[in-house]
Structure formats: C-alpha cells, structure tokens
C-alpha cells in the first residue's frame, strides 16, 4: 500500500517562499511520474508541476519561472519549491504519484498554502 505524507505549507506574505515536501512509503512498481497539484474552492484541481520518471519536468504557465519541482530519490520524496509567492497561488496543495502498468494516482493529504497580499 502506498502512502504519501505532505509538509511544508502554510502562511505567507506575496513575494515569499515556501517549499513543499512528499515521502512516499510502501512499495512501489515501475515509477511513471511524480508531480503537485493544487485546488481552490469551487474550482478543478489543476496541475502545477511534474517530473517523470526520467527527469523530465513540466510546469503550469503561471509557475514557470516562480516554482521548482525536485526529488530525492533515495527518499522516495519529491518537493515544490516556491519563491516569489502571489496571493493566487492560495490553495490547497496535493502531491501526486503515478505508477504501475495501470498508471494509478495516488494522493497526499493536501496542505494548505496561503499567500497574503
């Protein structure tokens, strides 16, 4: 079975940073991709960084630039770091795993990440 278990969000004002942390334990077969989404209320959640198995990265327009998606592979944990924080980055913050033959998700609990002006 595996699990993901998130730190690293909470408070802060616009222009700050706050890096986002995912350990993932259990085992798990054939890695596909590991990435970070984010929710608000009354909206999709929405992709905002990813990095596959291979290394590769893609980011949502709006973070290129501003967030940085990395990992430990050592660890089994993967992280979003943030800089330069702007109060439309407020959401809740979801890591996600793909693996398996199937490509199933597997979610983190979701952390909250506030960005006051």
Known sequence: ?????ES?????QAGGSLRLSCAASGTIFRLN???WYRQVPGKQRELVASITRDGSTDYEDSVKGRF???????????????TSLK?????VYYCNLNAGV???NYW???T??????
Not at 1 to 5: C, E, M, W
Not at 68 to 82: C, P, V
Not at 112 to 117: L, N, R
């Open 1 to 5: 079975q595996v699990q993901l278990v």
């Open 8 to 12: 690293g969000g909470g408070l802060v």
């Open 33 to 35: 991709a590991m990435g």
């Open 68 to 82: 940085t998606i990395s990992r430990d592979n050592a660890k089994n944990t993967w992280y979003l770091q943030m």
């Open 87 to 91: 109060p439309e980055d407020t959401a």
């Open 102 to 104: 199937g490509r199933r």
């Open 108 to 110: 983190g609990q979701g």
């Open 112 to 117: 909250q990440v506030t960005v006051s002006s």
